[in-house]
């Protein structure tokens, strides 16, 4: 605070000169008009008012100025350098206006923070929102067909097995969303840990689509791999288990969607210098441009009723991304409503 210490003592040597060339005067019109006064008695009073004045106001100064500001500034800035850890600068003389400065900028973070925790807040209600309406919807069906079993329905032949098969529909799908709860927690915590292994990303792909391919044909989808890289190997350093889940949400999302009499998902490769672009791509009903900010988002759903319907958690988009991320990668998308979507990620070579 050595720049601090010299403006007090500046503000004191103006204040006091100030007031010993007012004396001053009024000594002088003294002299000339009121009472004789020896020109060495007027230096003398002067020189006395000058140094009394100095240090009264260097004291006042320094008493209930600089020591407040000093104190504000030692509380903000050892804020500032618990939120940076910076000690290099724990020690620097600043002076008011680095002192000001701090100030703003401190206001500045905070007033960042608190609309960051608002927005955090929000985020929050809508994710408990959601995933009580996600649990509420088989919680009531279970209550429903239970119910009615209870009521007589048990000793009906007609319905007893149709509403218990209902009813483990409804407790496998809660099942499946607090599963995936489960896993986008340990994935965001670090508790997963991945597999990382050099993996054939063609031979996969081809297990994926033999594994999704009776489920395709049933909805008149055809799925097909285009290997666009020059060596027409694709192998990848990834978690196998991993990459699969990925690789069967996208596709299965885009046989899920399809709505066409010819409905196309094409998985493409291409090579991207040390890493592989992985594509797949459809040509469903897209996705609007206003949604594609927050596909990503746990239980975001475009469509809310039909992509109910349709089945799943509302969490296979968000594990995808925290699974690529995981991987120190990312994913995109870019879709045109009644054209497609195109989901596309990269991994690293091996």
């Known amino acids: 605070m050595a720049k601090l210490f010299h403006e007090t003592r500046s503000i004191a040597l103006i204040t006091s000169a100030g007031n010993t060339v007012i004396l001053t005067m009024l000594l002088v019109l003294m002299k000339f008009f009121i009472v004789p006064v020896e020109f060495w008695v007027i230096l003398v009073i002067d020189l006395f008012v000058f140094l009394s004045g100095f240090f009264f106001f260097k004291y006042a100064v320094d008493e209930f100025i600089y020591k407040k500001i000093k104190l504000i500034y030692k509380t903000i800035h050892s804020f500032?350098?618990?939120?940076?850890n910076d000690t290099a600068s724990s020690g620097k003389?600043?002076?008011?206006?680095?002192?000001n400065q701090a100030v703003i900028d401190w206001g500045?973070?905070?007033k960042m923070e608190i609309d960051e925790l608002k927005k955090l807040a929000?985020?929050?209600r809508e994710f408990l929102g959601n995933i009580s309406h996600e649990l509420k919807s088989p919680i009531f069906n279970i209550q429903g067909y239970v119910l009615t079993l209870l009521d007589g329905g048990l000793e009906d032949v007609t319905i007893n097995r149709n509403y218990l098969m209902r009813t483990e529909q409804s407790v496998n799908r809660m099942i499946a969303i607090v599963k995936d709860l489960e896993e986008i927690s340990k994935l965001e915590s670090g508790e997963l840990k991945l597999n990382l292994q050099r993996v054939d990303l063609g031979e996969l792909a081809r297990d994926v689509v033999d594994f999704l391919e009776?489920?395709?044909r049933n909805v008149n989808v055809s799925i097909s791999i285009e290997?666009?890289?020059?060596s027409g190997q694709v192998m990848v350093k990834a978690d196998k288990e991993r990459i699969r889940q990925v690789m069967i949400n996208l596709i299965e999302n885009a046989v899920k969607y399809a709505d066409k009499e010819e409905n196309k998902v094409i998985v493409k490769f291409f090579d991207m210098d040390e890493n592989y672009l992985i594509e797949i791509k459809d040509n469903g009903?897209?996705?609007?441009?206003?949604?594609l900010s927050?596909?990503?988002?746990?239980?975001?759903?475009t469509d809310k009723g039909r992509s109910r319907d349709k089945g799943g958690t509302g969490l296979g988009l968000a594990i995808v991304k925290h699974i690529i991320e995981a991987h120190d990668q990312t994913i995109s998308v870019r879709s045109k409503v009644q054209q497609g979507t195109t989901f596309s990620f990269t991994l690293a070579k091996k």
Do not use: C, H
């Open 294 to 301: 927050r596909i990503f988002e746990r239980f975001y759903r």
């Open 122 to 124: 929000a985020y929050r």
């Open 214 to 216: 009776m489920k395709a």
């Open 93 to 99: 003389k600043e002076s008011l206006d680095s002192v």
């Open 80 to 84: 500032r350098s618990t939120k940076s």
């Open 108 to 110: 500045a973070r905070q």
């Open 285 to 291: 009903p897209g996705i609007a441009e206003e949604n």
């Open 227 to 230: 290997n666009k890289t020059d």
